[in-house]
Nanobody
Framework: QVHLVESGGGLVQAGGSLRLSCEPSRRTFSRYAMGWFRQGPGKEREFVAAISWSGSSTDYSDSVKDRFTISRDGAKNMVYLQMDSLKPEDTAVYHC????????????????????WGQGTQVTVSS
């Protein structure tokens, strides 16, 4: 397992942007596929975005497609979630997740696939 720390959450008005960051504890996470999930108040955890460890493949939920972008920077050992055109329904605690995998081009969209989770960062979008 790897320890994950998210940052970048906060309060933003609808239509605004935020960039979430996820920093794994390991010096290198090159063989970890990464994902972002969120849990809104009174809701189940839901998939947001995923990226393969090569960075070549990504996946998004329909609710965030064309508004959010997941990326990773191997040199900085970071994973990001750029969130644009935010809506009040995006309000949630956002969690970063990691999965060790031998498949460089594969992403994972199911929460049960992941081995490690961060504590989360709160994102609140006001109308």
């Amino acid at each position: 397992q790897v320890h994950l720390v998210e940052s970048g959450g906060g309060l933003v008005q609808a239509g605004g942007s935020l960039r979430l960051s996820c920093e794994p504890s390991r010096r290198t996470f090159s063989r970890y596929a990464m994902g972002w999930f969120r849990q809104g108040p009174g809701k189940e955890r839901e998939f947001v975005a995923a990226i393969s460890w090569s960075g070549s493949s990504t996946d998004y939920s329909d609710s965030v497609k064309d508004r959010f972008t997941i990326s990773r920077d191997g040199a900085k050992n970071m994973v990001y979630l750029q969130m644009d055109s935010l809506k009040p329904e995006d309000t949630a605690v956002y969690h970063c997740a990691a999965k060790l995998t031998p498949y460089s081009g594969r992403y994972y969209s199911a929460g049960d696939d992941y081995d490690s989770w961060g504590q989360g960062t709160q994102v609140t979008v006001s109308s």
